[in-house]
């Protein structure tokens, strides 16, 4: 299985944009890059996701690079209420497995 | 507004008990998950099921089972429960319909094994 690589931590302030990197240099042809969010004391949901072009949500943008190889996603202006692990995951198209890894916990700073 | 929901919050068991933790949606979706959740591993999954009756092994199904009698209900089982399954035990569904885009999960079990 394709394997993802997110920084441990990061750190934003409040009201400005965040870019939350992923590197996914072993991604398939047929993976999608799902993104979610886990809040403190609640389960994941979803955030994004996407396959080739860039996405836009009411909540983020995704920006995959060329290659496949990365993304990032964009929260435009953070707010205390992002503060949370974020998970980039990969999955192949013809199955219902996700696979997680061990996310980045964002900061934000009031 | 969509929801599942997770029998308890915390669960304190001793070792070799049984112990049933239990998933219930709302959805009416088709696809339902049990993962665990432990620091630095992220979130693995134990089992899944597609369908009523039909369940597939996850990564990680060793020591548990279980139950899909229903499709509203995804029942996961510790035959007997271990040191080890202390965790974070988390339960999500989905949609077929939609392609598996979204995944939508409980708040957590927080299982204990003394």
């Known amino acids: 299985d394709a394997k993802t690589t997110q920084p441990n931590s990061m750190e934003s302030n409040e009201e400005e944009p965040v870019h939350l990197p992923c590197n996914h240099s072993?991604?398939?042809?047929?993976?999608?890059i799902h993104w979610y969010r886990q809040l403190p004391s609640q389960g994941p949901e979803y955030v994004i996701h996407?396959?080739?072009s860039n996405v836009n949500n009411r909540m983020a943008s995704l920006a995959i690079a060329e290659d496949r190889k990365s993304s990032t996603l964009i929260l435009h202006r953070a707010t205390l209420r992002d503060a949370a692990v974020y998970y980039c995951?990969?999955?192949?198209?013809?199955?219902?497995?996700?696979?997680f890894g061990t996310g980045t916990r964002l900061k934000v700073l009031a | 507004d969509v929801k599942v929901t997770q029998s308890s919050r915390y669960l304190v068991k001793r070792t070799g008990e049984k112990v049933f933790l239990e998933c219930v949606q709302d959805?009416?979706?088709?696809?339902m998950f049990w993962y665990r959740q432990d620091p630095g591993l992220g979130l693995r999954l134990i089992y899944f099921?597609?369908?009523?009756?039909?369940?597939e092994k996850g990564d990680i199904p060793e020591g548990y089972s279980v139950s899909r009698e229903k499709k509203e209900r995804f029942s996961l089982i510790l035959e007997s429960a271990s040191t080890n399954q202390t965790s974070m035990y988390l339960c999500?569904?989905?949609?077929?319909?939609?392609?598996?885009?979204?995944?939508?999960f409980g708040p957590g079990t927080r299982l204990t094994v003394t």
């Open positions: 999500a569904s989905s949609s077929s319909g939609t392609g598996f885009w979204e995944q939508y």
């Open positions: 072993t991604i398939s042809g047929t993976d999608y």
């Open positions: 996407g396959l080739t």
């Open positions: 995951i990969l999955r192949d198209w013809g199955t219902y497995k996700y696979i």
């Open positions: 959805m009416d979706h088709e696809n």
């Open positions: 099921s597609y369908d009523v009756k039909m369940k």
